[in-house]
């Protein structure tokens, strides 16, 4: 298992989706979950960054868990994910504080998340906080985003919720890019065309 945490958590540094020391990748096995270590640098895991905890009970190896580690548990209460991304991209987050959603705008964001939903907006969110919100909103949606803060994401392994992290962000980079096109307009980013 050692070897997916650290493509992944390679792959989410070098493409700048999570900086130095953010960002907790997990994985479910059966009613415990394996979780990236509270503090972890997710460009250089090894065999000690990993923490393995219950999904309902605490134990020993808990308090070194990540610190979204609520987060992690409920959502593999609620939903049927086997696997949780947690990422900072930064276009993603920026647009969190003008956006209400994310309407992906090129092709394979619009064919794989039609719509991604800004969660938070009205409180602010640490560490930890939203398991209830981001794990309900995550039985619809593969990626969630929390305003200020970063995105959740979830698949049946890790590749695949780092892959619906990775489709996010690009597509946050062109509604941004998008968006400074229409320099002196009001327009919303939701409402620009989406063909062509
Ligand atoms: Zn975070």
Do not use: W
């Not at 969190?96 to 039609?114: H, N, V, W, Y």
């Amino acid at each position: 298992m050692l070897p997916q945490f650290q493509a992944v958590g390679r792959a989410l540094f070098t493409q700048g989706l999570v900086s130095c020391h953010s960002g907790n990748l997990s994985i479910k096995l059966g009613e415990h979950l394996l979780i990236t270590r509270r503090g972890s640098t997710l460009s250089s895991i090894g065999e000690a960054d990993l923490v393995k905890t219950g999904i309902a009970r605490n134990d020993r190896a808990t308090p070194l868990a990540s610190t979204e580690l609520e987060v992690h548990r409920s959502i593999y209460k609620k939903t049927s994910a086997m696997a949780v991304v947690h990422a900072h991209p930064p276009y993603a987050v920026t647009l969190s504080f003008t956006e209400k959603e994310i309407i992906p705008c090129d092709m394979e964001g619009r064919a794989l998340l039609p719509k991604v939903p800004i969660l938070g907006k009205q409180v602010t969110v640490k560490a930890g906080d939203l398991a209830e919100e981001i794990s309900k909103a995550l039985k619809q949606h593969q990626v969630v985003l929390v305003q200020g803060h970063g995105t959740f994401a979830v698949g049946q392994l890790l590749e695949e919720a780092h892959y619906y992290t990775s489709i996010l962000e690009q597509n946050c980079r062109l509604l941004y890019l998008l968006k400074s096109l229409r320099t002196g307009s009001n327009a919303s980013i939701s409402s620009l065309p989406t063909e062509g």
